[in-house]
């Protein structure tokens, strides 16, 4: 049985770590997640963006993963829809076998954003389904929607206790200097969280889960490895992982990681098609690809999000 993040949210605030959500397309990257979590016995999310549903299909996605949750039955495995952008979106992922659902109004109005998120909240929850909602912008790339660098804002700390009983969602993302993609800081920089937001956050709405999108830490042995086998990625830089590590530590209990999960593949094919150009059953290529998913997921669950044996 797929699980809601509730409990798994609960567990990881009390015992100060994070759950990892990771973005799935395709099954090589659900076996590597799903092994990597297993093995450690930590909770895990899956999630689907709108563009990975319109790649793989929603049903292929959702009889991906069941097959996950039936080899591993005692994980706690949640499937969830990442940057909601509609009511009919959510809808169709609540009726759809979905045990999360994100909406992210985060480039509306507030009072738009507490409109849209409520009207999900109570489809959700009539549904047995808990709701991430966002306050504050991520600059960098969020399906079709671009924020230019410069545009993104930082959560305001003195309206989350509003929006959140307003709308009654059960998790919220903030924005505190995280953003999506590879290209998070300017090279030459010192990349710095803002942890003074995450502190005020938490002091007025205590005990609610808090989440990081916009997470990867950009490994720079992947980007090496892109880069060294014909890949053309300068100056990718993420987020460090202690300082990841410190915001599992407070009140953030969900992480989530795509671009970590492109670059181990994409460093470890590239790297494959150079050294054997005569190959080209694509086994042969994912198979290193899943491998290096499953490592880098393993690293995390262990060094970053402190979620093994928590399962
Ligand atoms: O936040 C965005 C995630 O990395 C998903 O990316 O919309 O290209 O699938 P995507
Ligand atoms: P990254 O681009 O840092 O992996 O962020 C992923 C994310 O926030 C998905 O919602
Ligand atoms: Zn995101």
Redesign the pocket.
Known sequence: MLVTTKEMFKKAYDGKYAIGAF?VNNMEIIQGITEAASELKSPVILQVSKGAREYANHTYLVKLVEAAVKLYPDMPIALHL??GDSFELCKSCIDGGFTSVMIDLSSKSFEENVEGTKKVVEYAHAHGVVVEAELGTLAGIEDDVKVEEGKQSYTDPSVVEEFVSKTNCDSLAIAIGTS??AYKFKPGTNPKLRFDILEEVSKRIPGFPIVL????SVPQEFVDMVNQYGGNMPNAIGVPEDQLRHAAELSVCKI?????IRLAMTGNIRKYFAEHPDHFDPRQYLKPARSAVKAMVAHKIKDVLGSANKA
């Open positions: 973005n990442d940057h999506h993609g999108h916009g997470a990867s989530n990681i795509d671009s970590d």
